[in-house]
Nanobody, 121 residues
Framework: QVQLVESGGGLVQAGDSLRLSCAAS????????MGWFRQAPGKEREFVAA????????YYADSVKGRFTISRDNAKNTVYLQMNSLKPEDTAVYYC??????????????WGQGTRVTVSS
């Protein structure tokens, strides 16, 4: 298992950028597929982006494609979400998730506590 801790959230204005980080404990981080999800007030949690264990493949929700970039540094046990051109509708609590062999299924079984992102108009 891995323990996940997100950071980097905050209050920004529309059009700004923000980078979220998710630090993972454990020596097996490089085996895990990683994802970012978000939950806006009053809405269900939704998928944002995913990166395969090796970092060679990524995919994104249509709503963030072209604006967000997921990446990982296996040497640092960290996955990142670079968010550019932020919009008020990106306001949510962002969660990092991990799982083995879940890159396409999104059946992550380990979650962080979340970090809040608020985008003002």
């Amino acid at each position: 298992q891995v323990q996940l801790v997100e950071s980097g959230g905050g209050l920004v204005q529309a059009g700004d950028s923000l980078r979220l980080s998710c630090a993972a404990s454990g020596r097996t981080f490089s085996r895990y597929d990683m994802g970012w999800f978000r939950q806006a007030p009053g809405k269900e949690r939704e998928f944002v982006a995913a990166i395969i264990w090796s970092g060679s493949n990524t995919y994104y929700a249509d709503s963030v494609k072209g604006r967000f970039t997921i990446s990982r540094d296996n040497a640092k046990n960290t996955v990142y979400l670079q968010m550019n051109s932020l919009k008020p509708e990106d306001t949510a609590v962002y969660y990092c998730a991990a799982g083995l062999g879940v890159y396409l299924s999104s059946k992550y079984d380990q979650w962080g506590q979340g970090t809040r992102v608020t985008v003002s108009s």
